[in-house]
């Protein structure tokens, strides 16, 4: 079987949790589609309830780290292969 130049696929890293998703799709799609029952998002600074919501840059829901570099609009954002990506949940001490 011959391989294909172009992958379908990229992985990233998610929360240090290898994802592989859909080439061309956002990285709130990606993380959204890897969600699993009983994990939350929330407001990095007031541990409010959150999520990415609008998918197009209007609410400003989405904020991840991503390579390093927070506070992304993530829903803006191509994944890319090795792409690590941070979802900023609430630190310890926020309410
Ligand atoms: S989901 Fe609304 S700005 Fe990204």
Do not use: W
């Not at 172009?6 to 956002?26: E, F, K, M, Q, R």
């Not at 400003?60 to 890319?80: K, W």
């Amino acid at each position: 079987m011959e391989k294909s130049e172009h992958n379908d696929t990229v992985t990233i890293l998610v929360d240090d949790i290898p994802v592989t998703v859909p080439a061309g799709i956002s990285v709130a799609a990606a993380v959204l589609g890897h969600h699993h029952a009983g994990e939350t998002y929330t407001n990095p600074v007031d541990g409010s309830p959150r999520a990415p919501y609008c998918l197009m840059g209007v609410c400003f829901e989405c904020m991840m780290e991503i390579n390093g570099e927070p506070n992304i609009q993530s829903c803006l954002v191509t994944v890319e292969e090795g792409m690590i990506v941070k979802r900023q949940v609430a630190t310890a001490g926020a309410k």
